[in-house]
């Protein structure tokens, strides 16, 4: 029997834009930028909004196929959809795609679940915790001039006046020349501010650890995904012979391929990204393991305003780890390069002064779509 909940569609939109200005990580150049949403809607005519991390024209065939599992099937029933999804492709798809295919449509059930209830996720999920979180400013990629340095410094001095407090440098460039950027980077931006290295699994770990070492005195908060993701063996080498705190999860799927990384201890901050690990569901379960063998979850967040406000509400409710009169709160990670389907087809939420970002009180996700930006910018 149909209920106001009752799901009638399911719709992936795949967005893509052209980049005024290329930017690379360690692994690509990006001349291009998009994001995979889903819409999802109900019979009464609540439209819940998903976004899959990875490349939008893979995950979108994906959701497709996915769709008649979940077309006709109670919206609030959340839990029992991702265990039919991830059931139905375990034999093929434990992780990338498939999970992150099933993260959107996860998401899109919260927002929906909280637009139905008038509710905002956080609550949906027992919280707030928190309602406002500190931002640290993702960015500092590659670009294609020699005056890498200078405009890095620009780039910091922006965010900086903008109000974060927090910046998280792109490295993998090779050791020397790592070495010297980042020490270079810490002299501009002064010792007063919180910097994170990110060099997105450049390195084996004889390499990382090197790197680490050589910028261990500069005070740096995380050295995220030194080696790759599959070489947990790397990520204990590197946290055994490096003094910094060593951050990784962004490449990791679901409950089991978190498990590892947990009980083996191979990261201080685990980072799964919402739109990947499995959705709002799959993610506060993974934080929930984490925090049982005392590691930290700052979570990945690399996509439009719908992963930013899925993010913002765990964040509400992420456990303090750990606890204490004066604990420390997970970071937000905002995503501050260049992206014109974020920046056009979603809100995106403000940075304070203070370098913070308030959880988003309207129900569901409380971000907004516009479907004339889908139209322009629709592949
Ligand atoms: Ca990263």
Known sequence: ???PTTIRAVVPHVLMADLAEPFAYSQAWYRRRGAMLVEVTTAEGITGWGE????????????AWLAPLVVGQDAMAREAIWQALYNRLRDHGQRGLVVEAISAIDIALWDIAGQATGLPVHRLLGGPLRTEVEAYATGFYRRERDDHAD????EAAQRLSEGYRWLKLKTGWGL?????LTRGFRAAIGPGVGLMIDCNHAYDAGTAIAYGCAVADLDIAWFEEPVPPEDLDGYLEVKARQPIPVAGGEAAFARWGFRDMIVRRCADILQPDVAACGGISELKKIADMASAFGVRVNPHV?????AMAASLHLLAVLPDNPPGLFPRPPLLEFDRSPHPVRDEATTMPAVSAEGRVRVPEGPGLGVAVDRAALRRFAA
């Open 1 to 3: 029997m149909s209920k």
């Open 52 to 63: 899959a991390f990875g490349p939008p024209e893979l995950t979108a065939p994906v959701v």
């Open 151 to 154: 405009y890095l410094a620009e």
């Open 176 to 180: 020397a020349e790592d070495i010297a």
């Open 302 to 306: 690399w996509g439009t305003g719908v």
